[in-house]
């Protein structure tokens, strides 16, 4: 059996569930935000001191990264000279190695 879409009935009964809903809305209060993942949320301005701490931790962190960026580079710096003594024959070796290592070949 279908209702027809004039039936008093269906009216009545959809008017009670709307009024349910605004009294249910009543009781509960205003809704909350609806949950949004933390890095789409408004961020809180952070103080004054706050700032200034971040930054300078941000600048000791800098900081230190061009040290150690620095004295890596300096300890570089003096490479040892290729003494000419053997140094053809090692590099010769090496190429040959490498070669070997390179290659599809089995060694037996």
Do not use: Y
Request: zero cysteines.
């Amino acid at each position: 059996m279908t209702i027809s879409p004039d039936d008093p009935r269906i009216e009545t009964a959809l008017a009670r569930m709307r009024q349910g809903a605004q009294e249910r809305a009543a009781v509960l209060g205003p809704a909350p935000a609806p949950w949004q993942p933390i890095w789409k949320r408004p961020r809180k301005p952070l103080t004054k001191a706050e700032k200034k701490k971040r930054l300078h931790l941000q600048r000791q962190r800098l900081q230190r990264a061009g040290r150690r960026r620095f004295f890596t580079g300096q300890s570089r710096r003096p490479r040892p000279r290729r003494n000419r003594i053997g140094s053809a024959a090692s590099r010769r070796d090496a190429r040959a190695l490498s070669r070997l290592r390179h290659s599809s070949a089995w060694l037996w």
